[in-house]
């Protein structure tokens, strides 16, 4: 991987983190994360993907994220 590349990726991954972190109640559908922080298919499904292996978010029934530790209503 190019290291521009490499660089923009843990940019958004810390980014994306960060707002998350900032936002315990953040609920968003990898669509909306797409238009929030402009990122290509390909990026954001990484970058998700990234997130959930590290058990920082986690998926929902409705296909959104949301943190990983925080308490939710099953996805409604």
Known sequence: ???RTVD????????????FT?????????CQARR????????CDVIFETL????F?????????VRADVGVDNGR
């Not at 929030?36 to 990026?43: A, K, T």
């Not at 959930?52 to 058990?55: I, L, M, P, Q, V």
């Open 22 to 30: 900032e936002m315990p109640g953040l609920r968003l559908s990898k």
């Open 57 to 65: 978010l986690r998926r929902l029934a409705n296909d959104t994220y």
């Open 52 to 55: 959930e292996a590290s058990h």
């Open 8 to 19: 923009a990726f843990s940019h958004c991954l810390n980014l994306i983190r960060s707002e």
């Open 1 to 3: 991987m190019h290291p």
């Open 36 to 43: 929030l922080w402009n990122l290509d298919l390909r990026s």
